[in-house]
């Protein structure tokens, strides 16, 4: 089953949607890991066996190199991080996950304003 991690940039209410979904998650809060550093976070993820991280923090993906890690990362793009949001496009996130695919992957938002 797969481990998903949400970054604390995510409504924390979206875990319990993710649960009904059938997907094993955690909050950075759930761990304690609030404020870690993302190369820190990424190593904190393989001891803790995660498979997935999901954030809308699109820098991330250039801040690390993700081929070095048996981990992936779902980077969400939107025009904010509300809940609300994040749900109307939440379709699309549960697809891509269920693809269990390495390295990053990106999730655009239906209503991303120009």
Same mark, same amino acid.
């Given at each position: 089953?797969?481990k998903?991690?949400? $970054?604390?940039?995510?409504? =924390? ?5 993710f649960?009904?979904?059938? +997907? !094993?998650? *955690?909050? /950075?809060?759930?761990?304690?890991w @609030?404020?870690? %550093? ?5 190593? @904190?993820?393989? &001891? ?6 999901? /954030?809308? $923090? !699109?820098?991330?993906? *250039?801040?690390? !190199?993700?081929?070095?890690?048996p981990?992936?990362?779902?980077? @969400?793009? &939107?025009? $904010?991080?509300?809940? #609300? /949001? +994040?749900?109307?496009f939440?379709? &699309?996130? +549960?697809? #891509? ?9 990106? =999730?655009?938002?239906?209503? +991303? %304003?120009?």
């Open positions: 089953m797969m998903l991690l949400l $970054d604390e940039n995510l409504p =924390v209410k979206l875990k319990y949607r649960v009904e979904a059938g +997907i !094993n998650v *955690f909050t /950075t809060r759930d761990m304690q @609030l404020g870690t %550093k993302n190369g820190e976070l990424v190593r @904190l993820m393989i &001891a803790e066996q995660f498979d997935t991280f999901l /954030t809308i $923090d !699109n820098n991330l993906s *250039f801040q690390q !190199n993700f081929k070095n890690y981990v992936r990362v779902v980077v @969400l793009i &939107a025009h $904010d991080n509300t809940y #609300e /949001t +994040i749900m109307s939440f379709d &699309a996130i +549960i697809s #891509e996950l269920r693809q269990q695919k390495i390295g990053v992957q990106i =999730v655009i938002g239906s209503s +991303i %304003k120009k």
